[in-house]
């Protein structure tokens, strides 16, 4: 498996958002930049595409497996 190209960059963050992400990745057992990449990749999908996102689609569609057949009780 490769490793994936990484590009280094500066920016500024207010503390408590740093201090999160530090913490977050600290009780996953991650290092800071994946989970800075995560989040830069989560908002990149959320304001770029027009679909809705993976999980909210899986969300929906287990809804609609387990609800069935309320749901089509409430559409008559």
Do not use: I
């Not at 490793?3 to 207010?14: G, I, L, Y």
């Not at 909210?56 to 008559?76: C, G, I, P």
């Amino acid at each position: 498996m490769s490793t994936p190209v990484r590009e280094k960059f500066s920016s500024q963050a207010a503390p408590e958002v740093l201090e999160g992400l530090r913490q977050l990745a600290q009780s996953q057992g991650r290092q800071f930049q994946a989970v800075l990449d995560v989040a830069l990749r989560d908002y990149l999908d959320r304001h770029q595409n027009k679909r809705p996102r993976r999980h909210v689609m899986a969300a929906f569609a287990s809804s609609l497996d387990e609800f069935d057949t309320l749901y089509r009780e409430l559409a008559k």
